[in-house]
Each structure stands twice: as structure tokens, then as C-alpha cells.
């Protein structure tokens, strides 16, 4: 108990939350804030130490787990999650790996909103550590500037590369593209299907969420009609 609630970082009193216990609460999914809680020691040790860490760790977690360690198929397992952790999956931790964005003068005088619609992306449930995968759709109006429409996906992605949320990734998608863009023009929908309730727990193969963000002009009823024919199209 005491552990999970360091590693949530939320005031609580004593050990309930809401009025809830961790343990009533179970697999229902919270959502604390804006930002990842990371610790302010986050990366005082280098990605490779991290890698050498997690490699052992792992090892661990497998020993306990009853698994023959010196089989040619396990063996190198652990240093495979590692590298895959801290360089694929979860490299959206690190503020480095943020991409860098160039932007373009709005030159065509187009005033109507962008959409990109359909950006896969690949996320893993930060309560179960499975994947969480779907689609995002982004829309903007330029204040001036605009985007490379490939660096609208690579902002998905480097967000989608932490262990997260759905209500969480899709805030910081919009938060980051509202600040580079220097526009509140923003809407953003996320369509995703979550393992955790998928392919464990409930096992409900059917079932979708949905999150959005609509910011600025998008934030009235006709707008996000028009979002929504686009989304159609
Ligand atoms: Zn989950």
C-alpha cells in the first residue's frame, strides 16, 4: 500500500484515496494530473546504468517467477526488456528524446482547421504495464505557423512511449502541440483498446475508449460538428 502511494505521488489520508482504498479501487484506472510523476531523481543515472538495473532486476523477477534462467531461449530475455524499455517503449520518459520541431510560415493563408486523423500509436497502461494501442486525431488552426504533418505523429509517439493514461496522453498531446503552435486552436481525440481490460481482468475484446481535447475555437458545439464530418470522411 504505502509503495503504491510514494509511486502515485497524491496526498492522501492514510491509505485511502477518495475515500477508497487501493484495494477497493482494483483495476478501475486513476488518473492524478498533467504531468508523468516522475521522481526529481528521475535521471541522476545514465540510460545505460538504467538498462544494467532493469536487466538484473528483471532476471529477478523472472528467478522468482520459477524460470530457468540458463535456457537458451530465456537467457538474454532480461537485457532485451531492458533495451526496449528504456530505448523503445518508455524513451518518451526522458525529456531528450522529445522531438524537435521546426515550423514553417503559414504561407497559403489556409485559415480552416488541419486534420490529421488516423495516427496509430503504440502506449502501455501505467496501472498493468500492457499495451494500450489505437488511433489519434489531431486537429489545428494555424495562429501563423504551421507543422510538418510527420511531426504531429512523432509527438504522439514520444508521448505514447511512457507508461500512461488515455485521459493523460491525450491532455500532453494537445498541451505540447497548443505550446509549439502558440495556439488553444486544438482538439485532439484519442480511439484506443487497452489490454488491461482486454486480454485480462474483465476480458472485454469489444470495448473502446474514447478521450478528447478541444481547445479554443474547438471548444463550441459546431466546430467539433465539423471535426467530426472530417473524422468521417
Ligand atoms: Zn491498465
Redesign the pocket.
Known amino acids: 500500500m504505502k509503495h503504491q502511494e510514494t509511486l502515485l505521488n497524491i496526498p492522501t489520508n492514510g491509505s485511502r484515496l477518495n475515500g477508497f482504498t487501493f484495494d477497493e479501487i482494483g483495476?478501475d484506472?486513476l488518473y492524478t494530473g498533467i504531468e508523468t510523476p516522475l521522481k526529481e531523481t528521475a535521471f541522476d543515472i545514465s540510460d545505460e546504468e538504467k538498462k544494467e538495473k532493469i536487466a538484473d532486476l528483471f532476471s529477478q523477477i523472472m528467478d522468482v517467477m520459477g524460470l530457468d534462467l540458463t535456457d537458451d531461449s530465456l537467457k538474454g530475455t532480461p537485457k532485451r526488456v531492458a533495451k526496449m524499455y528504456i530505448e523503445e517503449i518508455f524513451s518518451g520518459l526522458n525529456p531528450e528524446n522529445k522531438p524537435k520541431i521546426a515550423l514553417f510560415d503559414n504561407k497559403y493563408k489556409y485559415n480552416q482547421m488541419l486534420v490529421e486523423k488516423n495516427i496509430q500509436f503504440y502506449s502501455n497502461?501505467?496501472?498493468?504495464?500492457?499495451p494500450?494501442f489505437g488511433k489519434v486525431h489531431v486537429a489545428y488552426v494555424s495562429s501563423g505557423k504551421v507543422i510538418g504533418l510527420s511531426k504531429i505523429n512523432r509527438i504522439v509517439q514520444y508521448f505514447a512511449n511512457r507508461p500512461q493514461?488515455q485521459e493523460r496522453l491525450t491532455n500532453q498531446i494537445a498541451l505540447e502541440l497548443s505550446e509549439i503552435l502558440d495556439t488553444k486552436d486544438i482538439a485532439v481525440i484519442v480511439d484506443a483498446k487497452?489490454?488491461?481490460?482486454a486480454s485480462r481482468?474483465i476480458k472485454d475484446d469489444s470495448s473502446a475508449t474514447v478521450t478528447s481535447y478541444y481547445g479554443g475555437v474547438f471548444n463550441t458545439p459546431e466546430k467539433i460538428v465539423e471535426l467530426q464530418n472530417y473524422l468521417k470522411l
Open positions: 483495476d484506472h497502461c501505467e496501472h498493468h504495464f500492457v494500450i493514461v487497452h489490454l488491461c481490460v481482468g
